[in-house]
């Protein structure tokens, strides 16, 4: 039997720093592959490094809802950086209202716009929804995310939440 990790952070400082036990780990517990999911651009050539550098990882490109500060993509830088062979998905993007509030527009916005090129380059989404339900699944809906799919990450929502993305041809992690 083997496994593969739908998604990890392993370009981050206490994992990267460490790659080399971090792989013998996966290794050991017969995790083949791994996905190493993108939070924002500034970080994205240390993600796409490690895909680069290892056979059997592989990264996404995408800027997180928490990351509030970060110069927002757009839908051709997105889609740009995901002609690479070695990304397989857009994200993580997505609406996270229980960190954040205020005037969240530009979450939504950001959101789209992972959402539109996704859907440019014909690659799944990762998304992160946290106290969000009604809004991420409307923006899905309305953006057509059901063309790409792909998973509903750190989802906390309900039951009818979930059902709703399971119709979007979404899978929930």
Same mark, same amino acid.
């Given at each position: 039997?083997?496994?593969?990790?739908?998604?990890? !952070?392993?370009?981050?400082? /206490?994992? +990267? =720093?460490?790659?080399? /036990? +971090?792989?013998?780990?996966?290794?050991? =517990?017969? #995790?083949?592959?791994?996905?190493?999911?993108? +939070?924002?651009?500034? /970080? @994205?050539? &240390? +993600?796409?490094?490690? $895909?680069?550098?290892?056979?059997?990882?592989?990264?996404?490109?995408g800027v997180h809802p928490d990351y509030e500060n970060e110069i927002e993509p757009t839908v051709a830088q997105l889609v740009a950086? %995901?002609?690479?062979?070695?990304?397989?998905?857009?994200?993580?993007?997505?609406?996270?209202?229980?960190?954040?509030?205020?005037?969240?527009?530009?979450?939504?916005?950001?959101?789209? *716009?992972?959402?539109?090129?996704?859907? $440019?380059?014909?690659?799944?989404?990762?998304?992160? *929804?946290? %106290?969000? $339900? /009604?809004?991420? #699944?409307?923006?899905? $809906?309305?953006?057509?995310?059901?063309?790409?799919?792909?998973?509903? !990450?750190?989802?906390?929502? =309900?039951?009818?939440? %979930? &059902?709703?993305?399971?119709?979007?041809? @979404?899978?929930?992690?």
């Amino acid at each position: 039997m083997s496994f593969i990790d739908s998604h990890c !952070h392993i370009n981050f400082p /206490d994992l +990267v =720093n460490n790659i080399d /036990d +971090v792989l013998a780990q996966m290794h050991a =517990n017969h #995790v083949t592959k791994a996905l190493c999911v993108s +939070v924002n651009l500034p /970080d @994205f050539p &240390q +993600v796409l490094a490690l $895909a680069e550098r290892f056979e059997n990882i592989y990264a996404s490109v995408g800027v997180h809802p928490d990351y509030e500060n970060e110069i927002e993509p757009t839908v051709a830088q997105l889609v740009a950086l %995901a002609q690479h062979p070695k990304i397989i998905a857009i994200g993580e993007t997505g609406l996270d209202y229980f960190r954040l509030t205020g005037d969240l527009e530009w979450q939504r916005e950001r959101f789209r *716009t992972h959402i539109r090129a996704a859907r $440019a380059c014909k690659k799944p989404l990762i998304i992160h *929804t946290r %106290a969000s $339900a /009604d809004d991420t #699944v409307r923006i899905m $809906a309305e953006e057509n995310a059901q063309e790409v799919g792909g998973v509903m !990450h750190c989802f906390t929502e =309900n039951w009818e939440t %979930a &059902q709703a993305a399971l119709d979007l041809n @979404f899978y929930i992690s």
